[in-house]
């Protein structure tokens, strides 16, 4: 990366895990599952103290017990999960996760019995209690908003038994399968053989052909599965179902995951329901784009087809050195924070088989740089995504001198450093380009970019808000598809035409089986990130210590007070449509570019 050090070397293949542990065998694992014995066991020693009147010193040991076994829980979890994420095909990494899921559930279980006394204590007792929690204190408030909903601790410890093999288990065989697919691409008179993100670096390629053809191969494959990963999909639902409703008596499926995010109902339904409601302004967009390429209506295969007719390759060093002038340009501590993932070698970048496709970024505790995965393709939205992705990191950097407890960011603003991330990358991008055609083709990309993340994930929930009462009804697979092509039919109207073989896209779609209604997160932060660009636009530098400090919270306190400190009422419609009327301006600035190259396809 930049600033006088440049990125050349940086191989993409796997990250090293020796921060965590230098292997899955050695000595150290068996230490530090050692420490997570004994800690435990201590914590256990103190239940016949607990009391309403317990003292506060006593409370804090229990605090630091607490955080201490949250530090090796998570460094344990992580490799398991790391291993798994780099290649799904290896036996040991699939017994090595089974063997830490089963000591982190008996740890849960045997320790459960503090949360259950904390949230059953009586609220002077908490308020006495709380200040001695110190940075933890947000994380012991937020057990309290679930008192309603707790069960026994006999029925909490009968369902941490159940997950392990029941849900958890069922995602796992999910991501087992979905990473085995392998695909075949008949072009130019000869037969390729890719994983799935070689294979859907095509729905960006200049040609309409092959664009389809990626596309058809890609819901055919998924298609050939659809029983057997709707069979999955609806055992999920229905253990939520089971749990969250009829156990612990959430008023809806989505209800729990709004609880657990710290966010009211009223402020996600205004969320969705704004994002509904200006569906017209990217059925407008499509149809500019496909006058730009020359078309009466997009197909669903066009959706992301470049304008340009460049494809051009970026080399992941040239990729990290734009990412790092781009946020050097915003703030100096940004882009250093970032450029610490690539230094600590906890970036893997390399699209192989195995290894499990899409991207995220894993922030593990406040000790430790994040790992940031990627399937790196070369492509310009593959740049984007490892722009966000760092950005995620950065995110967890920033708030590194929280708990173990607090410093994860909660998730409606997971989203806004990534995001933030893409926007300065657009902005450094487009100051750089001299050409009319290479500023509309940029601008294209993020607009393309801002329907995957605001409209697309918002349409994915609100299909998952009626999978889940028609899985409840008793609905089968193929009526599940029936209705996301209704969904689909919403979303782009007349503006775009899909083929009958998108009806298998939901199962394609990991969040939604790996965590239920997750994806509005997504929708929140492009939408927030836009409102926060605009104060950026108009304050400039100015700007810059107030985004470090929304960021440095981490998740030490509740979204909206973070939030409204920044001037920012979730609940007020005004908000999101806010963030929705900067993407209109950048519409128009596209139609302007456009009219001034004029229409049809270079």
Known sequence: MSDGRVAIGVEPGPWSLDDLFPSADGPEVEGVLAQLEEETAALEAVRPALSEEIAVDRFKAIVARIEAIAAHSRRLRAYAALWFSQDTRSQAALAFQGRIERALTAVRNRTLFVELWWKGLPKGAVERLLPVCGDAAYYFRSLRRFVPHTLSEREERVINLKNPNGPNALVTLYQMLTTRFTFHLSLDGRTETLGRARLMAYATDPSARRRAAAYQELYRVYGESGTILGEIYQHVVRDWADEQLTLRGHASPIAPRNLGNDIPDAAVDALLSVCRENVGLFQDYFRLKAGALGLERLRRYDLYAPIGSTNRTVPLPTALDRIDASLRAFSPRVADEARRVVDAGHLDTEARAGKVSGAFCYGVAPDLVPWVLTNYVGKEDSVSTLAHELGHAVHALLASDHSVLTFHSALPLAETASVFAEILLLEQSLSRETHTE?????????????????????????????????????????????????????????????????????????????????????????????????RYRDEGAGFVPKYLRILG??????????????????????????????????????????????????
């Open 438 to 534: 290479a500023k509309r083709d940029l601008l294209v990309q993020f607009i393309d970019g801002a329907y995957a993340t605001v409209l697309r994930q918002a349409y994915f929930v609100l299909f998952e808000r009626e999978a889940h009462d028609l899985i409840r009804d008793g609905v089968t697979t193929d009526a599940l598809s029936s209705r996301y092509l209704e969904n689909l039919a919403e979303q782009f109207g007349d503006a775009v035409e899909v083929s009958e073989e998108f009806r298998w896209e939901w199962t394609s779609v990991p969040h939604i089986y790996e965590t239920p209604f997750y994806c509005y997160a997504y929708s929140f932060g492009q939408l927030l990130v836009l409102a926060l660009y605009n």
């Open 553 to 602: 919270y981490g998740g030490s306190r509740a979204p909206a007070a973070i939030l409204e400190e920044a001037g920012i009422e979730i609940s007020r419609r005004a908000f999101w449509q806010g963030g929705f009327d900067v993407l209109e301006e950048m519409i128009g600035d596209l139609r302007t570019l456009q009219a001034g190259i004029g229409g049809g396809r270079p």
